[in-house]
C-alpha cells in the first residue's frame, strides 16, 4: 500500500475521492483469489458428490453380505 503524504484539507479531499473510486474487483490479486475460491467451491462440490456415491455403493455391497 502507498502511504500518502497529506499536505492540505484539498489533497485530503482529493485523496479520499481517489480512494472512493476504486474497485476492489479491479485488482488482480483479488480476482485470482476469487478463481481460487470458486475452484475451491467446486471442486469440494465434487468430492462431496463422490464420497456420497461411495457411501452409496458400499451400502448396496454391505446390503448384499447381509
Do not use: N
Not at 483469489?33 to 455403493?57: E, N
Request: charged letters at 25%.
Amino acid at each position: 500500500m502507498i502511504d500518502a503524504q497529506i499536505r492540505s484539507p484539498q489533497e485530503l479531499h482529493l485523496y479520499a475521492q481517489d480512494l472512493a473510486g476504486r474497485r476492489v474487483d479491479d485488482d488482480p490479486r483479488v480476482r485470482k483469489l476469487q478463481f481460487a475460491k470458486q475452484t475451491t467451491w467446486l471442486v469440494m462440490l465434487a468430492l462431496a458428490f463422490l464420497f456420497y456415491y461411495l457411501i452409496d455403493r458400499l451400502r448396496e455391497a454391505l446390503a448384499l453380505l447381509g
